[in-house]
């Protein structure tokens, strides 16, 4: 870009004259998020005390349940909000304050666990205590001001923080100060099922992104090679993006059991109709689109020069390969990666519907019982999962674009 | 002349499909590959759920549009940002999670039917057109937008009849890969209680009737390759039209 800087000056005033100022919107945001965290706490109803786990309770305000700690929590709340509201004093300030909202809402879960286990007592064991609406607005306003908040400060320090926190959690539950919640109550009535859930879910979607891996690498190498291959691939690959998970899943059960009745000898592979193989096979197969894309595009995004460049120094096409178009292309490989793993932890949930096991059975379940809490004990780890894994890949992707830039 | 072409393909793989999902040659489908003869899903209640279908993926697809495109506009004025982090992190996060676990989540709380579904849609497609509308205001040219200016173009006539404009292309490129996605993805809804081409495929599921699951499936792939059929050919419509001088 060769602007004359008359011409950037210009423009920079046209657009600042008369338009608000992106301070004056992030600080309206702001306001309007502290508004949403203090209603939520004074005015919606936090905690819910229901006869059992499937009828709805009578929901309760913060101001009940907690008493005078949710004044002084929306106090503090104002206070860290107000003293950065005017003026943005560097890295230092920013840190402190995320680490003080962090601290509010850890305070705010651990209070809430205490009060749920306080508010059952004399009630029948069947009676459960839940957190409501308000305690879930809470928990989103704050964590929007904490990203806010994240923002200009080192991605090590937020970490540090963060780390901080979750350990302080851990030791309030081994303390057990959630015991009194509802979805603690149902996680000890299924821990080992949870767990089971947990060891599924990983193994299975981890298999189906080596699977799909073992099968889109070559794919994508011939994809790139053969551009009239490439039409065909995209095609097939896109086709099945649009059919329907849940049905590609009972297709193949019907499927692999036709197959199974016809060739019995399969059985001995330890192929069963129902349970993991059709579900490691129908993730596979949506994982292939992205992963194949990746692998072809990555290939193909070296810029022609340097590759001329390396034939000309007399390097042949496997090493340019190896060389030249593996490094260059890694980013979109990974970008490719990250959709598929992120993928793949979702589209695993479905086959808790065929009998696979993992999160998705415990969600289903939930569902089929009507019983929020279970579906929300089972949901939690596959959305902590889905978007660790997005971070993690993302930050990863940033890491090996750095050196081209 | 490509869009014509791809449309008219689509058009007829989703002939196809839809020829599949037909009562009777799904039925002698399932009988040559060696499964028992079982009751169909009749074709005037196919059409029924596919009508169904379609409205609940358009008006999700809507809604997402409005949202994705303001939310872009927003964040490419200086006023906006400041946010753009935020909004990218936030919707980053509403696309990584899944579909089945928004409905599942938002059951309890929104109950029977289609709200769930609408909302899990929603949320998997703002992602892909906030994308496009960035890039397609990004790459609208700074001369463009002084040629405006000195023209004396308001912010909002800069807005709507400059930026957005200019973007259309990648704004509606975005919107069709949404649609299709949300198509695909509508028949999750049906766990949820909504009426959708999900439905038979659920019930073939429970009732070990892969009839069922087979026309649901093709139905469903059908109307994916319909609504990518019927976008780009309503595009080559639009824009053979002549421009106004």
Redesign the interface.
């Known amino acids: ?1 060769t ?1 004359a800087p008359g ?1 950037v000056a210009s ?1 920079r005033r ?3 004259l ?9 600080r309206g ?1 702001k306001a309007v998020l502290t508004a949403i965290a203090i209603w939520a706490l004074v005015g919606m109803g936090w905690l819910s005390i229901a006869p059992n786990r499937l009828l709805p309770g009578e929901a309760l305000p913060a101001t009940a349940v907690l008493g005078g700690w949710a004044h002084a929590s929306a106090l503090a709340l104002l206070l860290i909000v107000g003293a950065g509201f005017r003026r943005d004093a560097g890295e230092a300030a920013r840190a402190a304050r995320f680490a003080l909202l962090l601290g509010l809402l850890i305070g705010l879960l651990i209070l809430t666990g205490i009060a749920a286990g306080r508010s059952l007592e004399g009630e029948p064991p069947s009676a459960r205590c839940m957190v409501g ?1 308000g305690f879930f607005t809470m928990v989103g306003a704050i964590v ?1 001001l904490l ?2 908040e994240a ?1 200009g400060v080192r991605p090590t320090l937020v970490a540090a923080i963060v780390l901080c926190g979750v350990v302080a959690l851990a030791i309030a539950k081994r303390s057990g100060a959630f015991e009194g919640l509802s979805i603690m109550v149902e996680y000890r009535a299924r821990s080992d099922l949870f767990r089971a859930a947990l060891l599924r879910h990983v193994a299975l979607s981890v298999s189906a992104l080596a699977i799909a891996l073992l099968v889109s690498i070559p794919l994508g190498w011939l994809a790139f090679r053969h551009p009239r291959f490439r039409a065909g691939v995209n095609a097939l690959l896109s ?1 099945i ?11 193949l ?3 692999l059991s ?1 197959a199974l ?2 060739w019995s000898s399969l059985r001995g592979l330890g192929l069963a109709a129902i349970g993991p193989t059709p579900a490691l096979i129908g993730v596979a197969a949506y994982l292939m689109l992205p992963l194949t894309r990746g692998v072809a595009t990555g290939l193909a995004a070296a810029d022609p020069a340097v590759i001329e460049t390396a034939r000309g120094m007399g390097m042949t096409d496997r090493r340019i390969a190896w060389e030249v178009r593996l490094p260059l292309g890694l980013p979109v490989f990974v970008s490719g990666l990250r959709v598929a793993a ?1 993928q793949s ?3 695993t ?2 086959g808790g ?2 009998g696979a096991g993992g999160f ?1 059975a415990l ?2 379940e ?2 089929a019982q ?1 019983a ?1 809490d279970l ?2 004990l ?2 939690l780890p ?2 902590a999962m ?2 660790l ?2 971070l993690a890949l ?1 930050a990863f992707e940033l890491r090996v674009a750095r050196p081209l830039s | 002349m490509k869009q014509l072409h791809y449309g008219l393909a689509a058009a007829a793989v989703a002939l196809a499909l839809a020829a599949v999902a037909d009562p009777d040659t799904a039925s002698r489908l399932v009988e040559a590959l060696g499964g028992t003869r079982k009751p169909p899903v009749p074709a005037d209640r196919l059409l029924d759920l596919a009508a169904r279908h379609a409205t609940l993926a358009i008006t999700s697809v809507a809604v997402a549009s409005i949202l994705g495109v303001t939310l872009g506009v927003f964040v490419t004025r200086s006023a906006g940002a400041a946010l753009r982090p935020l909004v990218d992190t936030l919707v980053a996060a509403l696309q990584a999670i899944p579909p089945i676990v928004v409905v599942a989540l938002a059951f309890p709380a929104l109950g029977f039917g289609s709200a769930p579904t609408v909302l899990a849609l929603v949320f998997y497609c703002v992602m892909p057109v906030l994308r496009g509308t960035i890039a397609g205001i990004e790459a609208v040219p700074g001369e463009a937008r002084q040629a405006a200016r000195a023209m004396g173009f308001t912010r909002w006539q800069l807005i709507w009849s400059i930026e957005v404009p200019l973007a259309l292309p990648l704004i509606s490129e975005a919107v069709r890969v949404a649609l299709v996605l949300a198509v695909a993805t509508a028949a999750i809804g049906a766990l949820a209680g909504a009426a959708t081409l999900g439905t038979p495929i659920i019930t073939g599921l429970q009732n070990q009737n892969e009839l069922h699951i087979l026309q649901g499936a093709a139905a469903t792939a059908a109307l994916a390759f319909l609504a990518e059929a019927a976008w780009l050919l309503g595009l080559c419509l639009v824009e053979r039209q002549p421009v106004e001088a």
């Open positions: 870009m602007e011409a423009e046209l657009d600042r008369p338009s608000l100022s992106g301070d004056a919107v992030a945001l609406a929007l990203l806010d923002r086709g993006q649009v059919v329907p998970a849940v049905a590609l899943f009972g297709l059960v019907s499927l036709f009745a016809a992120v932890i979702g589209l949930t479905l519907l065929i998705g969600v289903f939930g569902m009507f929020p579906i929300i089972g949901s596959i959305v889905a978007i894994a997005d993302r």
